[in-house]
């Protein structure tokens, strides 16, 4: 799957062929943490119980934290909270940003 960087490569249209399984450790200037999101885009984005958002205008747009990690062999995202593991299904059709504000993409290769 592919990732973009919402951050500044965006405008460059970075883009990076990532493989099978994956965990972002982005680096940003202002580093921003899970809750921090959470409590900043409350009118933005719906939570679910999992500890994911989905957000309220394009549902197809999920908001994950910061500790999530891609799985194409298990087609799947998944992320600790409250100490229990929790995960979702990994979808072509869903955008997952991050707190960085790395977006992630699954597009088949040749597709951007």
């Known amino acids: 799957f592919w990732a973009k960087d919402l951050g500044k490569e965006a405008s460059k249209g970075a883009n990076a062929f990532l493989g099978e399984t994956h965990k972002y450790f982005t680096e940003t200037e202002r580093p921003t943490a899970w809750k921090d999101v959470v409590e900043g885009f409350e009118g933005v984005m719906e939570m679910r119980p999992e500890g994911y958002g989905v957000d309220r205008e394009y549902d197809d747009i999920f908001y994950v934290p910061d500790d999530a990690a891609f799985s194409l ?8 909270k409250g100490g229990q593991k929790q995960s979702i299904a990994l979808s072509p059709d869903v955008t997952y940003i991050l707190p960085s504000g790395y977006k992630v993409e699954m597009v088949k290769k040749g597709d951007n």
């Open 73 to 80: 062999i298990t087609k799947d995202i998944s992320w600790t």
